[in-house]
């Protein structure tokens, strides 16, 4: 629903049809990648600049309206959704500067990783640790956390050396380290709940190619011997394929081999693992006892051989995720990655077993992240294994995914698991109260970034902020001065 302009004085309108985005339509309806979730904000904007982020952060205050920016809408969860003011950052995406001593790059927000890997070779620069897709921006990733796989390599918002934020109150900070450092340590996993992120440097490193070797390889196998295998490549996941004892690990080093890509083909990898399996479970949706029989056989005709490639970085660590899909995953103390796995495993089996039971979709994927100081990331002091289960959606059509998600979800959390935020999930504010040891300083910074509650969303009333705030609107807050203060710098 587009918002009611009426009454509006002429200035606002004008301020607002300078920032309609590329795509502008009347009645704009939000809906993330997998088309889960959907909202329908009341204005949609694209500012190309700070001040007149600054400008939308008081007129949200000023009438009452929440505010959220978004990045490329791929969180498998309701956290980018609002029914107040949406803001996309598509017109933030300037490089700022490079260091070249320290590997170190300052971007606007709005940048996609695609964008940014190809920034970053010209640059003779990469990442040195990525998840399986690069089209998210960067804001988005390290506001959630975003992570790939390696026991020494951190998640997204472990890489950020400093950023610019404009609060609830339409204030820019910098923070950094050594310059607001309760709210660089805040800012960079906050779900979009202290302000929008503007610009950001990001750790690198010089630009490397990535020798992957995927193998089969028993569970027992990898489980028994976890800490070696983990210590034996730089970058290590498998996938478990249930109904099986099978999986497909996959490892990576850096290395100067010539490069030699993935050879996709389009039988294999095309026709008969994208349609055919999209097909097969778009049936199954009315035979799900055939599930664990598609999961053999695409064990069989597509994993079940070793495989070894190099290439750029950023090309070995991204792969194809298919189809829309259900996700859940949850971060666990590395050294219950064992014992997850194997109650996983026994869970799915006793369904297996009954002639009702519930039927799943391979694979469960398994990853491995590094420890780091950001206050809401998963791996805050502790290294994290991070396990992903799944029900695609073939055919955008729905699944039943709900009970095993319960299920999946009582065992991490009984072995001191948390949810990846950028997912839906059922943790809540006095759950994560106990168990994030800085949730209070969080909360505190909150209140002193957004006293009027704009940025809060249903999503952040759900898991984050206490019952009583939960309950509140934004509360609107006459911004006299600021407006015209504002206006004039557009
Ligand atoms: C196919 C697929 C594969 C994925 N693979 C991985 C993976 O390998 N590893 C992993 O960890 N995750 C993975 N994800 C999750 C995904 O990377 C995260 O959801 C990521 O946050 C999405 O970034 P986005 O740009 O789409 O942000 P959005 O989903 O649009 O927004 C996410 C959050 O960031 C906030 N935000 C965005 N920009 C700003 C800003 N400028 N200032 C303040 N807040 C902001 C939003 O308000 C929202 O709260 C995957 C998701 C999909 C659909």
Same mark, same amino acid.
């Given at each position: 629903m587009d918002f009611d302009f009426n009454g509006l004085p002429k200035q606002d309108i004008d301020a607002i049809n300078s920032m309609l985005p590329k795509d502008h339509k009347k009645n704009f309806v939000f809906e993330n990648w997998s088309k889960t979730f959907t909202c329908a904000p009341k204005l949609y904007l694209a500012p190309h600049n700070e001040n007149q982020i600054i400008w939308i952060v008081n007129f949200a205050r000023e009438h009452g309206l929440n505010l959220k920016a978004i990045g490329s809408?791929? *969180? #498998? *969860?309701?956290?980018?959704?609002?029914?107040?003011i949406m803001i996309t950052m598509?017109?933030? !995406?300037?490089?700022?500067?490079?260091d070249h001593v320290h590997s170190r790059i300052t971007v606007e927000a709005g940048l996609t990783l695609h964008e940014l890997h190809e920034i970053l070779t010209f640059w003779g620069l990469s990442f040195s640790s990525i998840g399986s897709v690069s089209e998210q921006t960067i804001s988005g990733a390290i506001s959630t956390a975003v992570h790939g796989t390696g026991i020494n390599y951190g998640c997204f918002s472990s890489i950020v050396k400093d950023l610019c934020i404009i609060d609830g109150l339409g204030r820019r900070h910098y923070c950094s380290s050594v310059a607001n450092k309760d709210l660089f340590d805040a800012a960079r996993c906050s779900l979009g709940a202290l302000g929008i992120i503007t610009q950001l440097t990001l750790q690198c490193e010089p630009s490397f190619r990535l020798k992957a070797v995927q193998v089969p390889k028993k569970l027992d196998d990898i489980l028994d011997n976890l800490s070696s295998t983990l210590a034996s490549a730089e970058h290590v996941r498998f996938w478990w394929f249930p109904y099986t004892d099978d999986t497909v690990l996959w490892k990576a080093n850096r290395t100067i081999e010539p490069k030699n890509p993935l050879k996709e083909s389009f039988?294999?990898? !095309?026709?008969?693992?994208f349609h055919y399996y999209q097909f097969q479970l778009f049936l199954s949706r009315m035979a799900p006892n055939r599930i664990p029989a598609i999961t053999k056989e695409h064990y069989k005709n597509r994993f079940n051989k070793k495989i070894e490639w190099v290439d750029d970085s950023h090309k070995v660590f991204n792969f194809d995720c298919l189809f829309p899909q259900y996700v859940d995953e949850w971060a666990i103390p590395i050294e219950n990655t064992a014992p997850v796995l194997r109650y996983l495993r026994k869970w799915i089996n006793e369904e297996h077993a009954k002639k009702d039971g519930v039927r799943v979709h391979f694979p469960v994927e398994v990853r491995f992240v590094q420890e780091d100081d950001?206050?809401? *990331? #998963?791996?805050y002091k502790q290294a994290i294994c991070y396990i992903g289960v799944i029900m695609y959606r073939p055919y955008h059509l729905p699944v039943p995914y709900k009970k095993y998600w319960k299920a999946y979800e009582d065992i991490v959390r009984s072995f001191g698991g948390r949810p990846h935020w950028a997912k839906a999930h059922q943790m809540y504010y006095d759950d994560f109260a106990e168990q994030i040891p800085k949730f209070g300083e969080f909360q505190a910074l909150r209140n002193a970034c957004d006293p009027n509650n704009i940025f809060l969303n249903d999503y952040l009333k759900r898991h984050i902020v206490p019952p009583g705030i939960a309950n509140s609107k934004a509360i609107s807050a006459k911004a006299d001065t600021l407006t015209s203060y504002q206006i004039s710098k557009l």
């Open positions: 809408k791929l *969180s #498998p *969860s309701d956290i980018a959704c609002t029914d107040g598509e017109n933030f !995406k300037r490089v700022l500067h490079v039988l294999t990898d !095309k026709l008969y693992g950001v206050w809401l *990331s #998963p791996c």
